[in-house]
């Protein structure tokens, strides 16, 4: 099915581990981001790329770096990981169409840090 | 600073009455406003939209109303359904385009059969 596919679904990792969340998309949209969710939080963007070869930071980007591999995908790595990085991390991809800002997200990954 | 506020954690309906979600904001800014529904162990998925040019839209079941003087939009559901039952954020953002969307921290909707 078209979409927005992430790789793994849960991950449990221990504090200064490493490891990089898969986020990949097959609708040929130029946008993605990285979008970690909280209890009493919402979602909050951590990472965005406008277009292939370019990445910005949004509101909480501090822990993480991300690439945009080619148009289909972009990654986000924690380097060192830290228990309050444990969260719901979802990858968006937008298309620039008038209804909802096209915006179609992924099915998330459960990151737990201990 | 939370710029997207919805009060109301949690909320409980009758199936076959009317929900009605509500969200704050504080950003003048902000020009474009969207509802999304998320279930468990998934995405969320786009549910309706609203431009600050106008002040309701609707969508079969779904109305989105907002009042710009009191920086304030809500969503009703009209008749209720057991599938209805989701979490509920509401979001902001301007500039049409812009790509930074503010997520409010959500309503949970049960609905009773």
């Known amino acids: 099915n078209a979409g927005v596919t992430q790789t793994p679904k849960f991950q449990v990792l221990k504090t200064g581990q490493s490891m990089t969340l898969q986020c990949a998309q097959d609708?040929?949209?130029?946008?993605m981001y990285w979008y970690r969710q909280d209890p009493g939080m919402g979602l909050r963007l951590i990472y965005y790329?406008?277009?292939?070869?370019?990445?910005d930071k949004g509101e909480v980007p501090n822990g993480y770096n991300v690439s945009r591999l080619n148009k289909r995908e972009f990654s986000l790595r924690l380097e060192s990981a830290a228990p309050s990085q444990t969260s719901v991390y979802f990858c968006?991809?937008?298309?620039?169409?008038?209804?909802?800002?096209?915006?179609?997200f992924g099915s998330g990954t459960r990151l737990t840090v201990v | 600073d939370q710029q997207v506020k919805q009060n109301s954690p949690s909320l409980s309906v009758q199936e076959g009455r009317i929900s009605i979600l509500n969200c704050d904001y504080t950003n003048s800014m902000f020009d474009y406003f969207l509802w999304y529904k998320k279930y468990p162990a998934e995405g969320p998925t786009f549910l309706i939209s609203?431009?600050?040019?106008?002040d309701k839209n609707e969508d079969g079941r779904f109305t989105v109303f907002l009042n710009k003087s009191a920086k304030h939009l809500s969503l009703h559901i009209v008749p209720s359904q057991p599938g209805d039952s989701a979490v509920y954020f509401c979001a902001a953002t301007f500039n049409f385009g812009n790509e930074k969307l503010t997520f409010g921290t959500g309503t949970r909707l049960t609905i009773i059969p």
């Open positions: 968006a991809s937008r298309a620039y169409t008038g209804t909802g800002l096209g915006y179609t």
């Open positions: 790329s406008a277009s292939e070869g370019t990445t």
């Open positions: 609203i431009s600050s040019i106008k």
């Open positions: 609708m040929n949209h130029n946008s």
